[in-house]
């Protein structure tokens, strides 16, 4: 393989890496609207952000993927690795940030469905109330309390 070959496969391989490095800032910022949304309770932006999100992590395997053939096609070409230390350890510790606040974000939605959960229950229960003769506005304070 010629030099010039050589330089573009590092050259690709230090683009598909920077991309990737972009793609975990914007997977981070996404995520943390992503909590805001669910602290605010804010579930029609919800849908946005996740298709946001989606977009994102497709692009970033296809440059996973990307980035593994140019490792295979640098191994065999007997090229020297080219890896960027500094930022694979920035992507690194941004994935490391980003799983903190999915487990996080996984947990306002657990919440947020509990509470759904249990307005449903209490609406089941008022109307049940309601047609066995009860009075659903007594049900309902007596679940409240």
Same mark, same amino acid.
Do not use: P, W, Y
């Given at each position: 393989m010629s030099n010039i070959d050589s330089n573009t496969t590092a050259q690709q391989f230090e683009s598909v890496i920077r991309s990737k490095l972009e793609c975990c800032k914007r997977l981070i910022e996404l995520q943390n609207q992503q909590q805001m949304l669910l602290v605010d309770g804010r579930w029609a932006d919800l849908a946005e952000n996740v298709r946001s999100n989606d977009i994102v992590i497709s692009r970033l395997a296809r440059l996973e993927e990307w980035e593994h053939k140019l490792l295979e096609r640098? +191994?065999?070409? /007997?090229? !020297?690795?080219?890896?960027?230390?500094?930022? $694979? *350890?920035?992507?690194?510790?941004?994935?490391?940030?980003?799983?903190?606040?999915?487990?996080?974000?996984?947990?306002?939605?657990?919440?947020?469905?509990?509470?759904?959960?249990?307005?449903?229950?209490?609406?089941?229960?008022?109307?049940?109330?309601? +047609?066995?003769? /009860?009075? !659903?506005?007594?049900?309902?304070?007596?679940? $409240? *309390?």
């Open positions: 640098m +191994q065999t070409n /007997g090229e !020297a690795s080219c890896k960027n230390e500094a930022i $694979e *350890a920035e992507i690194h510790g941004l994935l490391m940030q980003l799983q903190d606040i999915v487990r996080i974000n996984a947990e306002l939605l657990q919440t947020a469905s509990g509470f759904v959960d249990f307005t449903i229950e209490a609406i089941a229960r008022a109307a049940s109330a309601d +047609q066995s003769g /009860g009075s !659903a506005k007594a049900f309902m304070l007596d679940t $409240e *309390a």
